[in-house]
């Protein structure tokens, strides 16, 4: 299983982390941990991609946002005009699609959210303390997150340390949440595009990036006309 998350309209990415994947050892479907656009210049056509892969998908706060399921004013300046920028250049089926995605999908042994179990579209889990206090609300065994950009691994069971580099395979066993980072937009210091594969046989996920365009991507940002603050972004992978 291919499992990604916030792809954020940032379609180079999104294809440099298919090409990866399947190079890798292919997949069989795809999960898609929210937020499919907002921030990037190619939102359609990473709705039809993803579409086109038949990706289960969990609906993510700018999903929402651009398809008029949460007030703007709930977002930062930047995200709000990429929120509003996205709206109108979404088909109508793609509207359709994203209104109609689900907070919550359960896949066991995981149960796929954005944000957190407690609350799949707004809360960060940014913390092993954090991971602890919303591990009630997950309807499996491991939970699957994004939302936060970063990738890493905390026990619900008990407060240890991150648990990832970016090219580790790290075991199933207890309760894990997992977030595989961002294929769109990092935020861990690292610009190249993040994703997981989970080996159900194996029992194991494996972390990977990949290199993508990053120049070509953070032009159409500008050539857009989307706030200047998102190209410079992707550079930075903050
Ligand atoms: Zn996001």
Known sequence: MLVVADVHGNLRALDAVLEDARIGGGFDCVWVLGDLVGYGPNPEECVTRLRGLKARCVAGNH??????????????????????????RLSESSVAYLRGLPLRLHVPPFELVHGSPREPVWEYVLSAADAV???????????????????????????????????????????????????????????????????????????????????????????????????WRLHAGR
């Open 133 to 231: 206090r919303v591990a009630g609300y997950c309807n499996d065994m491991h939970c699957l997150t994004g939302h936060t950009h970063r990738p890493v691994v905390y026990s619900m069971e008990a407060e240890s340390a991150p648990d990832v580099s970016v090219t580790s395979t790290v075991e199933l066993g207890g309760r894990l949440l997992i977030n595989p980072g961002a294929v769109g937009q990092p935020r861990d210091g690292d610009p190249r595009a993040a994703y997981i594969l989970y080996d159900s046989e194996a029992g194991n996920v494996r972390f990977n990036r990949v290199e993508y365009d990053v120049d070509g991507a953070a032009a159409e940002v500008l050539r857009c006309g989307l706030p200047q603050s998102l190209a």
């Open 63 to 88: 999903d929402l946002g651009a398809v008029g399921g949460i007030d703007l004013r709930k977002f930062n300046h930047d995200a709000a005009a990429a929120c509003a920028w996205t709206a109108e």
